[in-house]
């Protein structure tokens, strides 16, 4: 019985190791490329400041060209603190995410042509990790419109976004 | 057409004289000849509900046959209300279940009473019992024409007494002992609403199930059914505190009927269905949306005037389990607006999940958060960071991580849950409303309320 339970409490204490977010497999630049579309995005690990606490995060920024032009391109500098009440865009945030799952993030996206919710971003974003250089992204409008604006009766049709919204990424 | 067509059917079989056995071989149905032709929508509508999901069998087994035709009926509130006397399968036994229904404009509810409740009832609430299981006896002697072993003789309607100016109680005026010697053991009146006072286990919703307990549309009836369990009454406990919120829910009857009314909707979703819900006042009026769309609903300002609020639930049809952040924010409006009772208050969203629920256990924190939510960005951004944690152990991590949320920004509210559970047969049950906590990392627990 007493090794039962020695057993017993190793289990939990290596499922607690693993429970945590892995955010350092995650920074870096990732790549999707198909035809003359490039879409890139930028992450590196950050804090979020928030009022009485701080939140460990992931900020990013993305890039996008067609036929060698440039779409889209905001990948800037990105602070490593942020204060969650300000515009994360005016501090080149164009993506936080964040996670208490290993290989998983949940990010809330800027997409700065769209400009969901009037550009206060729109989660529901996901990122799950299926190797050391392989992302899997997938944006959900559906899912970010409703617990941003169901009740307040506001206009939930989607409009898309301006980049590719459920693509594997390869690591830069 | 088919509605129409039963319901002549069951009309002319109302009309016939009274039956004298239980059920009906024919019809697969009780034996409703000679019942009252006011019930006769009721009956109709439960013939159509165990078309679908054959009850009848299990009742009978359970509590034995309705004694249509020496139903009682009576005017409650809004209601007409009807008791039924249910006999027992045992040749000898008295009448110890009466099942009840309570006919509104647009649905029916219906509930099963039985003796073993009464008396659990009696063992919490103390007293000679007669208040909790005279009826048993009064149908004894009215529909099985037995003296029953209480020795009660009842004279009726001796107290008919007015609740208001437009209500009329129907009573009974009970004694027992030998005739010339009866002690008065007091006026009880009629009623579907003081026995529920038990700690029931909440009523069944959706579709599928036995059906004891239950509500049926005016139109083709939606689900419901199943037994009414009675289990322990709670115990004491400081009643503004989450397990105390809990249990008074838990206890409030009224407020089951109408979440479960909700959850049904829930469950038979289909494409396109609006959103509903209530709110209530500390009045007791219950105010209706005014405006119903897929996503939002509305009530109209001037209806909520001069009121306090103690209840507003409403459903996501197709969404969340929680509340969304616009719904955070008219809850912070309307605390601003001094419109909420707060030490009565409670906030439901129904989902598929169950009913999430939320109550304010510290005003002066609660006060801070609703000023935050209307006017700090910060708090959008923590919402956003909350939702984006992942459900790896489906509802209960997604309540989990929203008491996380609440706990981290000290909103001065606490989550209670009354989860769905799905038996083998299809039927859906709603829990008892409890009261929970998280660990601060998704991970849920229930308040010790012992």
Redesign the interface.
């Known amino acids: 019985m007493k090794r039962i339970g020695v057993i017993l409490a190793l289990v939990l204490t290596c499922m607690e190791m693993f ?1 945590q977010a892995n955010y350092d497999a995650f920074v870096g630049t990732w790549v999707y490329q198909k035809n003359d579309t490039v879409f890139k995005i930028q992450l590196q690990k950050g804090i ?1 400041k ?4 701080d ?1 460990y ?1 992931i900020f990013g920024g993305y890039y996008l060209s067609v036929k060698g032009m440039v779409k889209e391109n905001y990948i800037k500098t990105i602070p490593t603190t942020w ?6 865009p005016s501090c080149n945030i164009y993506l ?6 290993p290989n ?5 996206f800027y997409d700065q042509r769209m400009q969901h919710i009037n550009g ?2 729109i ?2 974003g ?1 990122m799950n990790l299926i190797g050391s250089d392989k992302l899997h992204w997938k944006l959900n409008e559906e899912d970010g419109l ?8 506001e206009d ?1 049709t989607p409009r898309g976004f301006s980049v590719p919204i459920d693509v594997i990424m390869t690591k830069e | 057409m088919f509605t129409a067509f039963f319901f002549c059917c069951c009309f002319n079989a109302c009309l016939q004289d009274k039956g004298s056995g239980g059920y009906d071989e024919e019809q697969c149905f009780f034996d409703v000849s000679g019942a009252d032709e006011r019930l006769c929508p009721i009956i109709s509508q439960l013939k159509r509900k165990n078309d679908s999901t054959d009850f009848v069998t299990d009742f009978v087994g359970k509590y034995g046959y309705p004694l249509w035709w020496n139903a009682y009926g009576f005017p409650e509130q809004e209601s007409l209300a009807f008791a039924v006397p249910v006999r027992g399968n045992a040749l000898d036994a008295e009448i110890e279940a009466v099942w009840f229904f309570s006919v509104y404009s647009d649905y029916t509810e219906y509930r099963i009473y039985t003796r073993e409740m009464a008396n659990r009832l009696t063992a919490a609430v103390g007293g000679d019992g007669v208040e909790e299981t005279w009826m048993f006896d009064y149908f004894t002697r009215a529909a099985l024409h037995r003296k029953p072993k209480s020795n009660l003789m009842f004279i009726e309607d001796v107290a008919t007494t007015t609740r208001s100016t437009i209500e009329i109680e129907h009573c009974v005026h009970a004694y027992a002992g030998y005739e010339g010697a009866e002690g008065d053991l007091g006026v009880h009146c009629w009623t579907t609403v003081y026995f529920v006072s038990d700690n029931i286990d909440m009523r069944e919703c959706g579709g599928g199930g036995g059906g004891s307990s239950g509500s049926l549309d005016t139109g083709y009836g939606s689900g419901g059914g199943g037994g009414a369990s009675a289990s322990q009454p709670g115990t004491q406990t400081d009643p503004t505190s989450p397990c105390g919120k809990a249990q008074s829910l838990s206890r409030d009857y009224a407020l089951k009927v109408k979440v479960c009314e909700l959850f049904d909707g829930v469950q038979n979703y289909h494409v396109g269905d609006t959103e509903n819900g209530w709110i209530k006042t500390a009045a007791g009026q219950y105010i209706a949306p005014t ?1 119903r ?1 897929e ?4 009530y109209s300002a001037s209806s909520l005037i001069g009121q306090k609020i103690t209840e507003e639930y ?1 459903c ?1 049809p197709a ?2 389990c929680f509340p ?4 955070l ?2 809850l912070a409006t309307r605390y601003q607006k001094g419109q909420i009772d707060v030490a009565n208050f409670s906030y439901g969203v129904v989902s598929s999940m169950g009913c999430f629920t939320m109550v304010i256990t510290s005003e002066e924190a609660f006060k801070v958060f609703a000023e ?1 939510v209307l006017n ?3 708090v ?6 909350m ?4 459900n ?1 152990n489906g509802v209960n991590s997604a309540i989990a991580k929203f008491i996380d949320f609440l706990k ?1 920004e ?1 909103s001065g509210l606490d989550v209670l849950f009354s989860a769905a559970s799905f038996d083998d047969s299809g039927g859906v049950t709603l829990s008892n409303w409890q009261a929970k906590d998280s660990n601060g ?2 991970g849920i627990s229930n308040y010790n309320c012992n």
């Open positions: 429970s979020i928030f009022t009485s606490w939140e995060a204060n969650g009440s300000t515009h994360a936080y995410a964040s996670s208490d799952t998983y993030l949940g990010f809330t206060t971003g989660p529901g996901k409703y617990v941003m604006l169901e009740g307040s009766g939930m | 405006e769309k996503k939002s609903m509305k409403h996501h969404g969340t969304s952040f616009p719904d924010r008219v935050k700090d960005p910060g959008k951004s923590v919402y956003n960071t939702h984006a944690k992942v790896t981290k000290v990392n998704a």
